[in-house]
């Protein structure tokens, strides 16, 4: 622990707000700047507010800025998207610098940045920006640097040392290309990122762009808000109303029962914090959620347990600071702990801190909250903390305020946002009666930028406090009343308020498209333009054109040509329904293909989260981090529609499929639907398997399934240098002779109109298999058992598990069922009549050579009077299975099914109800006639490279551009070998 020192210490504040003060410290700590020890005894530097510690030889140095002055180096700030609260291991927080794994805390679904849940208020937003493009802005990108958490193997691209520490918070690297560099070395990386490894297949962000809206970034790119509760309290009582220092409630029962705090507001400091006996204290709620208010507290919060010893109670004070009226109103504070005999001086600098305020304390006074004189006098200083009223049971409790020089002028910092101009920002002199209007013709003079029409420019307010709050002032507004006011209300609030000059109209165009979806299904454009209006209801949100219908998915696009418009019907669909289901809602970014650079053949991932259980989550949470996350999308917001038509202008790009076989089949029908209006009709597509059977995977050599033992950037560089192969892909037609093609679809739990319909005649696309008989029959039982507990089938392992008690049962009570199949069932390959043997209970046709979880029914031995089979060579394989026993032995690789034909044009006659399924989907067929033939659609496939290595443990996570060169898509690709047995 850090050995305490006296109070009256002077603090000395470096230019970066740290409050460094020199402390002796008793247990070993290592320097957050070198990274080296401090030994017992010696003496360092130690920032009060952000608890950096640091060597004097190193205090010149350092380059890690405080939280109280970090907000004020951003440009351009960006809100983090946060995650739901949990613990994480080995990991810093990045307000406190303390570790987390004691504390719940939270982390960014965009960037690497970790916070406690209680210091969650002074995480400085500057999450990676994404979509930077402004209209003719050179193609170029700068790192992105942060702090800490490095990969484990992590080396210094100036020094080539290791970089990674797990002692502190230390070192830097690049969110974008995973550069890293020790914090005396980052300064020498070249300023200009090049995207690292995966550069070949990442959307640049300044070829991104959405237009300039007040909607959550977590919004836009389909991330469920997670991470903060917000709750309302009307009815918050007075100061007086709270719990004594006994526990005794001294208050009103009304109280206590409306002291919930906004937790999207609330200010809480760091969670443990080492600091000597006069440091603030934390009021905290441990092992609860922000929003939860303890029983035990007449305030809404609880007092954390002691962060230091206490040595003397009865010499201490415990004081709560107000920042404005605001923080009152709403009874949020914060406490600090100082002694009974502390001076005003002190009271105010521990007062300050704890806001982490780094300003001259002289631009600041307290006052007494309990005074209720309508004029506020401050405190004199001559008073010490003795002199504060102290109510009856109650602790003293103060305002800080900013002491008003001269209340008719002052200066405001101006941002020049996207405009072009060398300068990072500007202070100008304004009085109380300058307008918004004057204060952008300053600016715009400030800037160098020559414009006559300073109406064509707005200001614009902007609070880097939770979502980036953003407000344009109105022409007659003043700059200065605003924070003037701002300073009453909250102090914190006042110091992370900017403002902007930016143009009126937005820079990325008037056009802006919106996915609406969860409509009913091939309707008229007539009719879904109805729907829309009764949700819309004022003319004047009406779309400009309808874009695009996806008439069998009851979705589609609209354009608008005003942004403002754009929005504003945005929010009225996100609260609209139908026919009692949610509409599902995009804003969908623009991609500026023509600046994409040639050699960047751009990566499409579409992750379905609800399978493999978490690890859809885990995937689509690093490919944001890894890629851009414009470029990745999540299936249960819109299906595979919304990232197909933002890839529509793309000319040559590929696909990444995370989920089962089935998520497989779903992206290609979307794609066999709209791809034919995009530019690249036939992206190659790669699979990460996270369904239970996982055969297409298999084939692919993408493995059984993905368990997260492999680090998704190995993937994606796999992905990078994977060969594309072709997939045959057929047609299932059934032609009943009962016309009831509706009754046998919504038997099987299928749409009908994903399936095209001529008189009674239903077609299907198979790309892995199509069974009849006992293999369908016990698919079907797996089936309806998941329909009835979908929540229960969220395990690869329960799945499998579920398969083989099931197969017992069919074993035990099924086992004579289909005695009668090859009489029920006739036959027909290439024209040929096939006869099925006697003891024939199922046919299983194959596409590619896995079936049931990577079974190989066709068998592994050379047969004079069969083809060597493959999944591109225009050929079925129709195998016979004998039982259940015979598919537990095929499982097992014991036995392989029974050959009977092999060939290109497929047709089966059922003379009776059997049970079906296609690619793992099953219902019960009425009969029918069934032919398989080859489909006209193609798809393109990625399969692993042969020769891949297996990557070490050692290799760094996220390894810098500098290091290693990435291969070019497609660069030493071959050609599938027809001779090569690896897929069988």
Not at 877 to 885: C, D, I, Y
Request: with cysteine.
């Amino acid at each position: 622990m850090a050995a305490a020192v006296n109070p009256t210490d002077e603090l000395e504040r470096c230019d970066l707000g740290h409050f460094f003060t020199k402390k002796t410290f008793h247990r070993p700590v290592y320097c957050n700047h070198c990274t080296d020890m401090v030994w017992l005894l010696q003496q360092a530097y130690y920032c009060e507010v952000c608890n950096f510690i640091v060597h004097e030889k190193c205090t010149k140095l350092v380059v890690s800025p405080c939280t109280t002055s970090a907000a004020n180096l951003i440009k351009n700030p960006v809100a983090h998207c946060w995650s739901d609260v949990a613990a994480f291991k080995r990991k810093f927080c990045n307000v406190c610098r303390k570790k987390l794994e004691e504390y719940p805390a939270v982390k960014c679904e965009v960037c690497e940045y970790y916070v406690h849940v209680e210091c969650q208020d002074f995480a400085v937003c500057d999450c990676k920006e994404t979509a930077t493009y402004t209209p003719n802005s050179s193609p170029q990108h700068n790192h992105h640097w942060r702090e800490g958490n490095l990969p484990s193997n992590a080396k210094c691209v100036a020094c080539k040392r290791t970089c990674w520490v797990s002692e502190c918070l230390s070192g830097f690297r690049c969110e974008w290309c995973g550069m890293t560099a020790h914090s005396s070395c980052f300064t020498q990386a070249p300023s200009e990122c090049d995207f690292g490894v995966l550069q070949t297949i990442i959307v640049p962000p300044y070829a991104v762009s959405v237009p300039r809206t007040d909607i959550p970034k977590n919004i836009i790119l389909g991330i469920k808000p997670r991470g903060r509760a917000t709750t309302n309290n009307p009815n918050a009582g007075s100061l007086s109303n709270e719990y004594s220092s006994s526990g005794e409630h001294v208050g009103s029962k009304q109280a206590e029962q409306s002291s919930a705090v906004d937790c999207g507001q609330q200010l809480q400091q760091q969670p443990q914090p080492q600091q000597p006996q006069q440091q603030l204290q934390l009021q905290q709620q441990p092992q609860q959620p922000r929003f939860e208010r303890s029983p035990h507290s007449g305030d809404g919060m609880q007092t954390s347990p002691p962060l230091r010893k206490k040595k003397d109670e009865e010499d201490e004070e415990e004081i709560k600071v107000f920042d404005g009226n605001a923080s009152k109103k709403r009874r949020q504070y914060r406490v600090i702990a100082l002694p009974k005999a502390a001076k005003y001086d002190q009271i105010l600098a521990a007062a300050l801190r704890t806001f982490h305020i780094s300003d001259d304390a002289s631009n600041y006074y307290i006052s007494d909250a309990y005074r209720q004189n309508d004029y506020e006098e401050p405190l004199p200083q001559e008073n010490t903390l003795r002199a504060i009223e102290h109510p009856s049971g109650r602790r003293p409790a103060i305002f800080i305020r900013f002491r008003e020089k001269n209340p008719y002028k002052g200066k405001i910092r101006v941002y020049p946002g996207i405009l072009k101009t060398v300068c990072r920002s500007k202070l100008i002199e304004v009085t109380s009666t300058t307008t918004s209007r004057e204060v952008i013709s300053l600016g715009l003079k400030e800037f160098g930028i020559q414009c006559t029409e300073p109406d064509k420019f707005s200001l614009v307010e902007v609070i880097l406090q939770h979502e980036v709050s953003e407000r344009a002032l109105d022409s007659k507004e003043c700059p200065l009343q605003v924070l003037q006011q701002q300073r009453l209300e909250s102090l914190r609030n006042h110091r992370l308020t900017r403002f902007y000059v930016q143009h009126r109209d937005d820079p990325h165009g008037p056009s802006v498209c919106i996915f609406v979806g969860n409509l009913p299904l091939s309707l008229s454009q007539l009719q879904y333009e109805r729907i829309l209006m009764d949700m819309i209801r004022d003319k004047k949100l009406k779309w400009s054109k309808v874009d695009v219908i996806y008439y069998e998915y009851g979705s589609m696009v609209l354009q608008y040509n005003d942004s403002e418009t754009a929005l504003q019907a945005f929010k009225v669909f996100q609260q609209s329904s139908f026919d009692d289901k949610q509409i599902v809602v995009l804003l969908l970014p623009n991609i500026q293909v023509s600046i994409i650079p040639p050699h960047v053949r751009p990566l499409l991932c579409f992750v379905n989260v609800k399978s493999g259980g978490q690890q859809g989550l885990e995937l689509i949470t690093s490919f944001r981090k890894l890629l851009n996350p414009h470029q990745v999308f999540d299936l249960q917001y819109g299906g595979p529609l919304p990232g197909l038509y933002v890839f529509r202008l793309m000319p040559n790009y590929r696909i990444i499929v995370c989920g089962g076989d089935g998520t497989v089949g779903w992206v290609l029908s979307c794609l066999d639907n709209v791809g034919q209006d995009g530019v690249c009709q036939s992206p190659a597509m790669a699979v990460v398997p996270l369904g239970t059977g996982n055969d297409l995977a298999r084939v692919l050599r993408w493995g059984s399934g993905y368990v997260g033992n492999e680090e998704p950037l190995n993937l994606l560089r796999d992905l990078i240098e994977a060969d594309e192969i072709k997939l045959d892909r057929w047609t299932v037609v059934f032609h009943p002779d009962e016309k009831e093609p509706e009754e046998v679809a919504r038997r099987a739990g299928i749409d009908v109109n994903n399936a095209t319909s001529e008189d009674s005649t239903q077609m299907f696309v198979m790309n892995n298999y199509f069974g009849i008989g006992v293999d369908a029959d016990l698919c079907l039982d797996f089936h309806m058992a998941r329909e009835e507990n979908p929540d229960k089938f969220s395990s690869r392992m329960h799945n499998k598990g579920v398969y083989f008690k099931l197969g017992l049962k069919n074993f035990i009570k099924k086992n004579n069922l289909y005695r009668e199949f090859h009489r029920d069932v006739t036959l027909e390959v290439d024209g040929k009549r096939i006869d099925l043997p006697s003891a024939v209970q199922g046919l299983i046709i194959l596409n590619i050579l896995s079936w049931g979880s990577g079974a190989n029914a066709w068998g592994q031995e050379k047969d004079d009077h069969f083809a060597k089979p493959t999944h591109y060579d225009g050929m079925l394989e129709v195998v016979g299975v004998t039982g259940v026993l015979h598919m537990a032995h095929i499982q097992s690789g014991i036995r392989s099914g029974l050959r009977l034909a092999q060939g290109g044009h497929i047709r089966i006659r059922m003379n009776s109800e059997l049970p079906v399924q296609v690619d793992g989907e099953p219902w019960l067929q009425p009969p029918a006639e069934v032919t398989v033939l080859r489909s006209a659609l193609k798809a393109t496939m990625l399969r692993k490279s042969k020769s891949k290595m297996k990557r070490r443990s050692t290799e760094s996570a996220l390894p810098s551009g500098s290091q290693q060169t990435p291969r070019a898509p497609g660069a030493g690709q071959q050609s599938p070998d027809p001779d090569d047995d690896s897929d069988s």
